[in-house]
């Protein structure tokens, strides 16, 4: 390696060793602070206006979503699918790779599977 080479590749790991543990420190700080001796818990109205809030900001996403999406002609989509279910046996957890898509006119399929078998 040429002389020049070996100070590129010094400059670069010494910034990467930099970089990392301070975007762990800077990305792990919260948000918010949080009061931890609050004694008093918060009242069934302050909760039905938080729940009200939360519920109007859901909607809002959901329709700008719907709206986006309407504007697709094709989406696929890969996920991780968890099927929990209870028979006579018990209560059943099963989780599988799923491949999502979905075309105009309200056709779709999803493909679902598990160790490499379609479910």
Known sequence: MARGEWAGLL???LAGFLFVPIA???ACAPKV?????QS???TPQQLR??????????AD???RHNIRVGRLETFES??????????????HFDQCEADIFLA???RGALRATKVGTNL
């Open 61 to 63: 996403f959901v329709t």
């Open 11 to 13: 400059v670069g790991l």
């Open 33 to 37: 602070a949080v009061n931890a001796d």
């Open 40 to 42: 008093e818990p918060p």
């Open 104 to 106: 105009s006119g309200g």
């Open 78 to 91: 890969r996920a991780s699918l968890e099927l929990r279910y209870s028979d006579a046996d018990g209560s």
């Open 49 to 58: 206006m938080e729940l009200s809030d939360a519920e109007a900001l859901f």
């Open 24 to 26: 762990c420190l800077t």
